[in-house]
């Protein structure tokens, strides 16, 4: 077998290969290390993604509920502005029409005294002007004089 020349053939070829192979396998190991590497590089990269992109989403879902509680906030408070805002024009509008009533009982009030006071005025100068006519026509110069003289009298004791 040692004698054969197909064996030193077949030996050298093996030996030939093998130490063909032993670089190409250290290249084929060094590649596929890399290729290794480099997903594994590939996979840290999608992790930290993963892991911001979560870190976003929490993020954003605590400033969406963040902002549905403001805006629950800014509802509420809206509506108790608007109840009190009604309450404050009602209380307005009832001042307002009390107020104006109040004026218009005033001006009736006025215009009633008014009213009273050109009637007495006006029979006053009724009063006076028959007066004077029957004072006139039924009473003589010296009645008419002690007349006055008494009206004078009176008038100064009013005034005192």
Do not use: C, H
């Amino acid at each position: 077998m040692f004698q054969d020349a197909e064996f030193w053939v077949a030996l050298t070829f093996v030996v030939i290969v093998l130490a063909a192979l032993r670089p190409a396998g250290r290249i084929v190991g060094a590649m596929l290390d890399d290729r290794a590497a480099k997903i594994r590089v590939q996979i840290d990269e999608a992790r930290k993604l993963r892991e911001d992109a979560q870190a976003l989403l929490a993020e954003y879902q605590r400033k969406q509920r963040d902002a549905m509680a403001e805006a629950e906030q800014i509802i509420s408070q809206a509506k108790t502005d608007a109840v009190r805002l009604k309450a404050d024009a009602e209380r307005d509008l009832a001042n307002t029409v009390e107020r104006r009533k109040q004026q218009a009982l005033e001006r009736i009030a006025q215009s009633e005294a008014q009213a009273v006071a050109e009637i007495r005025n006006t029979a006053i100068d009724v009063a006076l002007r028959a007066a004077e006519d029957l004072i006139r026509v039924n009473l003589g110069p010296a009645q008419k004089q002690a007349l006055a003289d008494q009206a004078i009298t009176e008038l100064a004791k009013r005034l005192n």
